[in-house]
């Protein structure tokens, strides 16, 4: 329903919020503020709270699937994931900003296709549903719907496999496989860190660090096809 309350949207959602003030409070855009005195507080509180819960599943959730991805590669595909446009795209898709509560000015704007409303309105939502049913519950939400997200990362070599899409992308010029080499370890046995390079044609391409060799050696291997990428595209 337009500017409604959500009816259906729980049903289309699978969800069933217990208390449906969460769910309004996360439809309502600050635009309808003037109303806040007939008890409608707006979302931004909810999105601030929804935009942790998304972050924390998808850290978790990818710390998991890729366990030989250093952390540059995981912040990449997280960002990949929770981007803006990620967001709306999939709130256009669950038709979120049919319930979108918007004040009159903001509506004729076009406010409720707006990327950044739709954006925030996920986010607010996955807040509600927190506050409403627990993590679980909304853990379980996110990875549903951002189910498609975390695929198109995975179909990332450069996340996936580094050491793989280096080789891939230095093979096209040269027979010659790049070398890893352990620099040094250091630190205590239970939290030690390991230091490699990795290097092609007598030349150092990268470094990088992580608590196995296997996560340095991807590491450093993320760090030469920033640089060799970023060397191709300058002018």
Known sequence: MKGGRGVGLEDRLGLRFRDPTLLREALTHPSAAPHRSQGLPHNQRLEFL????????????????????????LTKARARCVNGETLARRARELALGDHLILGPGEERQGG????SNLCDLFEA??????LDQGFEAARSFVLRCLAEAIGEAAADEEVVNPKGALQELLQASS??????RLEQAHGP??????????QHGGRVLGHGRGSS??????????????????????P
């Open 50 to 73: 929804g935009d942790s819960v998304i972050g924390l599943v998808l850290s978790h959730a990818l710390f998991e699937r890729f366990p030989d991805c250093p952390e540059g590669a």
């Open 112 to 115: 409720r296709d707006r990327e």
């Open 125 to 130: 939502l996955v807040g509600a549903l927190y």
């Open 175 to 180: 027979n010659e496989a790049p070398r890893y």
């Open 189 to 198: 046995d239970h939290e030690r860190v390991f230091e490699c390079s990795v």
């Open 213 to 234: 060799k296997r996560l340095a050696e991807s590491a450093a291997a993320l760090e030469a096809l920033r640089r060799l990428r970023s060397a191709a595209d300058a």
